[in-house]
């Protein structure tokens, strides 16, 4: 009989502590301090969200790529600013050998220009002469720019050896694909 009794008592003893158990690791029965503490994180996660897609957004729209690459205004480098001019140059200048292609726009020259007061280059200078002077629409010198960014490149192919008529660049334009 006392077997019984305290093999009785064992599992009672046994199902108390599985309810105290479940009750504590459960999220079910929850304080309304606790709860009103997981409100308060979730919406300041969601604030938090919201906000960085905002400004996610506003970078997007204040500046967005015109050259169609994620990179921002903010991240561009030396190495962006010789790459966009270079292969925007082509579109004017005479070369025996021409490696990629930008078309020359005003909101291209306008968002490289942006980005010069915002970054610190070493080449910012070079860079400010040359879509100036393409921004007044005067590529009288568009030859010498390629050439000033295809030697800081280290450029051994491909120098400029003049500029294109209005026929030689139309004909340019009609054969060559961006990229």
Known sequence: MYKK???SLIGLIGVLVGVFLILVFTDSPQSPEKADKEKKETAVQAAAT????DADAEIEAEAPNPFGQKSTLAELTDEDYRNYIHKMSHQKVKADEKWGFYEITPERIDWLLQGLDQVNLKSEDVYRDILERWKAED???VDQDHNAIWQL????IGKATGILNAEEEEAFLQETEEQ
Do not use: D, L
């Open 5 to 7: 009794i305290i093999w």
């Open 50 to 53: 919201v906000e960085e897609n």
């Open 139 to 141: 590529f009288s010198k």
């Open 153 to 156: 490149q280290g450029g051994t």
